[in-house]
């Protein structure tokens, strides 16, 4: 999910509208995605730093990764926020209400129906994880980021997918692990690497030719960086 987050989303929305990223975002924020991808990658390594018998995120790796959590949201930058159009509260939490259900059920079903047809066709349910339901449960990052290009709030687009990232790592696997732990069976060092590189890579990207700006040339390349991994 989260290569195709960093990849994909990131990639086509810039595609559509280079997207701009403040400061705090470049320095801070990038730079927490890819000590996520890292930690991920050694909490992940069992077998190749401890001579473990096979790769699991323990009980204790998703505590710390919780811990890592809690020290995200105490550290927001507090920028000055953009002008936006205001609307009533009601409508507001209506809409707020409509998209979740939308995105609940409407995820639900995708994955669901891409699982099942896996499935059939004798797909290992680690390639089912870093596909189609990958793909399937980032859908909602998709269409909220190239929405919010559209509407020429590209910071939201950046944002939407960091938090997400940050989301899926510190709290979603460490509670998962925390509660049971979690076998990384069909997940090799060759996928971690990939996410570490692609957080490396929207860095970078950030950081050169124009700066603090993912440029369309730049989205078109992450998009083939995607098409390249999988």
Do not use: H
């Amino acid at each position: 999910s989260n290569i195709f987050n960093t990849l994909m989303i990131v990639g086509c929305t810039a595609a559509i509208v280079p997207i701009g990223m403040n400061k705090g975002t470049l320095s801070k924020e990038i730079p927490l995605c890819i000590l996520a991808s890292i930690v991920l990658f050694i909490c992940g390594n069992d077998v190749l730093i401890n001579g473990a018998a096979e790769n699991t995120i323990s009980s204790s790796d998703g505590m710390l990764l919780l811990c890592f959590f809690a020290i995200f949201l105490g550290n927001g930058n507090g920028e000055e926020e953009t002008k936006i159009k205001l609307m009533p509260v009601w409508k507001s939490g209506v809409f707020i209400a409509g998209g979740l259900a939308g995105l609940i059920y409407g995820g639900q079903f995708f994955v669901d129906g891409a699982s099942g047809i896996a499935r059939g066709l004798g797909v290992s349910e680690s390639i089912i994880g870093l596909t189609l339901v990958a793909g399937g449960t980032s859908l909602p990052e998709l269409a909220t980021s190239v929405v919010a290009a559209l509407k020429k709030n590209p910071e939201m687009a950046i944002g939407n997918v960091i938090g997400s990232n940050l989301f899926n790592i510190f709290f979603v696997l460490g509670c998962s692990a925390t509660i049971s732990p979690l076998n990384m069976k069909g997940i090799t060092n060759a996928d971690l690497g990939v996410l570490i590189g692609s957080c490396v890579l929207l860095y970078l990207f950030g950081l050169f030719i124009r700066k603090r700006t993912i440029t369309r040339l730049e989205g078109i390349v992450m998009v083939l960086c995607y098409i390249a991994y999988m």
